[in-house]
């Protein structure tokens, strides 16, 4: 698949606004294996290549199984995640999938009884910006395989195309 338009070069201050969310989704009090959970399950409700290759790459690189990440399509039939994590999975899918019924009140009440609503909103946050990076690579083709987390390169690439 060829890449058609390199997003982050075209429009570099859009990608810094969303960059801005991300800041402040790394500073909440969410925990980083939640999240990384979060994006990948929302970028597969997405169909997202690019996203999902980054999200497994990034849990794995922070020390997640490889049981879990391969359980989180099929979550609710999987014993390997805790009742916080299945909350914010359903309310991922609910934020996802959201033109399908809006967020049911079961899913709202389930993710309240994990999450405070400061964490909450949190969370929201994040579905929100991985729907945002989906909704980018997604129609631009950005190439899966390309990340490498933690990398010198990526993290150089990146701050070039969103440099000025």
């Keep these: 698949m060829q890449e058609h338009i390199i997003y982050a070069k ?3 201050a859009g990608v810094r606004a969303i960059n801005q969310l991300e800041d402040y989704i790394k500073k909440c009090s969410l925990e980083l294996s939640l999240l990384e959970l979060v994006r990948l399950r929302s970028s597969q ?5 690019y996203c999902i290759d980054m999200h497994t790459k990034d849990a794995r690189a922070e020390g997640e199984s490889e049981q879990r990440l391969y359980g989180v399509s099929a979550w609710r039939e999987s014993p390997f995640y ?6 914010a999975l359903a309310w991922t899918e609910a934020i ?10 079961a899913v709202y009440e389930r993710a309240r009884r994990q999450f405070s609503e400061k964490e909450l909103v949190d969370l929201t946050f994040a579905v929100i910006a991985i729907n945002c ?13 390309s990340y490498h987390p ?13 440099a000025g």
């Design 10 to 12: 075209v429009a570099p």
């Design 45 to 49: 409700i997405n169909g997202c290549a």
């Design 82 to 87: 805790t009742e916080r994590e299945k909350a």
């Design 96 to 105: 996802t999938k959201i033109s399908d019924q809006q967020v049911p009140d």
């Design 133 to 145: 990076w989906n909704r980018l690579a997604i129609p631009f083709h950005t190439p899966p395989g």
């Design 150 to 162: 933690h990398s010198p390169v990526t993290m150089r690439r990146a701050l070039e195309a969103t």
